[in-house]
């Protein structure tokens, strides 16, 4: 889809980080957006930053299909098409495998994964139905291509995550339909994700473990020296001209996903650096 002006535009997770950025870019390339997220504030100053686009907002928990139901139902209601879609909220927590209650596996995997099948079940049908072009964006992360200790359950969401944005590209092909997918794959990005306890539903109760802290320690450091949110929402606003599928932020990943691969064809363990 090369032209963007005049198209419509929904991005979940707008409130900060990749969110606010993929808004504040389709706003300059003149597209309408409904943006969405479950920080009110946050949600309001991205709608700042894209005054000068027309701008819904809606507060929509994406692990909630009825939440997403509501958002889908009023932007085809508002606007009449979605011609872009970025789902694109996301939250993290850290620590080994054996010490994630399943509690915080069920949020990790109903923003992380649902939110993404939510998405898809709301918009997809409806966005064929316009027989226009079209592209879903889902936000994976880098941690849908590798393994690393210590932050198992964000890492099980997002291969899912890569799963599902795989298995809707190879059916909308199937179909002839005129969609097209990426999954967007950051590393480092200057974002809040370390802080992502501060969306954690207020019921679901957590003492964080030692392993915990410290994958979150990391994950702060290095997100803190990663790149600019604005870049990454440039790539993603060239990967929908382009039609590419997975967009990677730092071209080393591409070798590293290529040893990746020849480590495993061998029967071994690949290296998490």
Avoid at 18 to 37: H, K, P, S, Y
Avoid at 81 to 102: E, F, I, K, S
Avoid at 141 to 157: C, K, Q, R
Avoid at 193 to 198: F, V, Y
Wanted: contains cysteine; glycine residues 10%; proline residues 4%.
């Amino acid at each position: 889809m090369r032209e963007l002006s005049g198209k419509i535009a929904v991005v979940t997770g707008a409130a900060s980080g990749i969110g606010r950025a993929l808004a504040v870019r389709f706003a300059a390339e003149g597209m309408t957006l409904m943006l969405a997220d479950v920080d009110h504030g946050g949600l309001a100053e991205t709608a700042a930053l894209a005054r000068d686009a027309k701008v819904l907002t809606q507060i929509t928990d994406v692990s909630d299909a009825a939440s997403v139901a509501h958002l889908a139902n009023r932007c085809f209601g508002e606007f009449g098409a979605v011609h872009v879609l970025c789902n694109n909220a996301g939250v993290y927590q850290g620590g080994h495998m054996w010490t994630r209650d399943p509690e915080d596996f069920a949020w990790l995997l109903g923003v992380n994964l649902w939110g993404v099948l939510h998405g898809i079940h709301e918009f997809v049908p409806r966005m064929i139905e316009q027989d226009t072009e079209g592209h879903i964006v889902n936000t994976v992360s880098v941690a849908g291509l590798f393994t690393a200790p210590g932050s198992g359950g964000y890492t099980v969401s997002k291969h899912a995550a890569l799963a599902a944005s795989h298995a809707l590209a190879q059916d909308l092909a199937a179909a002839g339909a005129k969609l097209r997918v990426t999954a967007l794959c950051p590393g480092s990005v200057r974002t809040r994700i370390a802080d992502s306890a501060r969306v954690r539903p207020p019921g679901l109760v957590n003492i964080p473990t030692q392993d915990e802290v410290d994958s979150l320690d990391r994950v702060g450091r290095m997100a803190a020296v990663g790149i600019e949110p604005s870049e990454v929402a440039d790539l993603v606003v060239e990967a929908i001209r382009e039609e590419r599928f997975l967009v990677l932020t730092d071209p080393k990943y591409a070798a590293r996903l290529r040893l990746q691969t020849e480590t495993l064809l061998t029967g071994n363990l690949p290296s998490y650096q």
